[in-house]
């Protein structure tokens, strides 16, 4: 069973303009964690934001924040200010308990920034 | 502090054929993993070394092998290739004790079997 969906699978937003990325997961175990990884046609996964199932704040990394509902299984990324730059494929992914280092990565979602 | 590395960029390999990937970890790190990425999809869990033994693996078959060397630096061995074995082959290094668990990625290793 797919442990990450992630719905959308491209978005267009303008430059400027703040964009919501979709991520629902499934998972049985009190303790783990998301994160967000962006992936620019090079091919590199860049790091961007990380939410543990105890933390009792959303995060939040500069123009990127998570909007945390642990209740509904859903993290969805914000990216506030789009820039030209964030045009790239991101995707959501989950660690569950204490199995350090072993992602299990949704479908992604591809993003393109409009001027 | 150097960032992940991999080897080499691209390679070209027919079916049947076997093929060594290489990945440097970022410094201090002693743990790492291997991603596939299909074209158009998330990476998937290959499996994990740590202190150089394996650390859990995904769903993969055992002709995918890895190795981890005492600096760290790992290997990824898929014998017998597969015209679906096509893909992004990412290495990923973390430290341990971190609550983050924050994973540095390689740039990758596209591999096309033909």
């Known amino acids: 069973a797919q442990k990450i969906t992630q719905t959308q699978p491209g978005m267009f937003v303008q430059e400027k303009e703040a964009v919501t990325l979709d991520c629902t997961y499934d998972t049985s175990d009190p303790s783990y964690g998301l994160f967000w990884y962006k992936q620019p046609s090079s091919g590199e996964m860049i790091f961007l934001i990380y939410q543990g199932s105890y933390d009792q704040q959303n995060a939040t990394e500069g123009r990127y924040s998570l909007n945390f509902q642990k209740a509904r299984k859903s993290a969805n990324l914000v990216i506030s200010a789009s820039q030209l730059g964030d045009s790239a494929m991101y995707f959501c992914?989950?660690?569950?308990?204490?199995?350090?280092?072993?992602?299990?990565f949704g479908a992604g979602t591809q993003v393109v920034v409009t001027p | 502090e150097t960032g992940v590395t991999q080897s080499p960029t691209h390679l070209i390999k027919t079916r049947g054929q076997q093929v060594t990937l290489r990945c440097s970890s970022q410094s201090g790190h002693n743990t790492v993993s291997w991603y596939q990425q299909a074209l158009g999809q998330g990476p998937q869990f290959i499996f994990q070394?740590?202190?150089?033994?394996?650390?859990g693996r995904g769903n993969f078959p055992p002709r995918f092998s890895g190795l981890q060397f005492p600096n760290y630096s790992s290997e990824l061995n898929v014998n017998a290739l597969e015209l679906d074995d096509s893909a992004l082959y990412l290495c990923?290094?973390?430290?341990?004790?971190?609550?983050?668990?924050?994973?540095?990625f390689g740039p990758g290793t596209r591999l096309t079997v033909t």
């Open positions: 990923a290094s973390s430290g341990e004790g971190t609550q983050k668990d924050e994973q540095y």
């Open positions: 070394y740590y202190r150089e033994e394996e650390n």
């Open positions: 992914a989950m660690r569950e308990g204490a199995s350090w280092g072993k992602l299990q």
